[in-house]
């Protein structure tokens, strides 16, 4: 099970934080992805990090802007976005995939958390 905090409304340029706390130790075995859908647009990842933390994937959208990280210790995932655009403007989600390496495709995430809005003001 997992659970997102975080979210909420901002102005363009802001910054936020995602976690996404998991209830199992097996947190640790897998992949963590954030994605997120905007109203009338299909699901999207923006962030992807193996088992580890030491790999991570980043569509061109967000790359620089953008950070997943994770803490082991304590079943947490991270995203942290910086320098937010209106078209940033969406519900975001964390997910975790029985494997060790980053994956983009959300068809092979098993465990999804809640979503969370986020709105971007111009």
């Known amino acids: 099970q997992l659970q997102a905090y975080g979210g909420g409304l901002v102005q363009a340029g802001d910054s936020l934080r995602f976690s996404c706390v998991a209830s199992e130790d097996t947190f640790i075995n897998y992949a963590i992805g954030w994605f997120r859908q905007a109203p009338g647009k299909e699901r999207e990842l923006v962030a992807a990090t193996d088992s580890s933390g030491r790999a991570t994937y980043y569509p061109e959208s967000v790359e620089g802007r953008f950070t997943i990280s994770r803490n082991n210790a304590v079943y947490t995932a991270y995203l942290q976005m910086d320098n937010l655009r209106p078209e940033d403007t969406a519900v975001y989600s964390c997910?975790?995939?029985?494997?060790?390496?980053?994956?983009?495709?959300?068809?092979?995430?098993?465990?999804w958390g809640q979503g969370t809005l986020v709105t971007v003001s111009s």
């Open positions: 997910a975790a995939s029985a494997g060790t390496v980053p994956v983009r495709s959300s068809r092979y995430y098993g465990y």
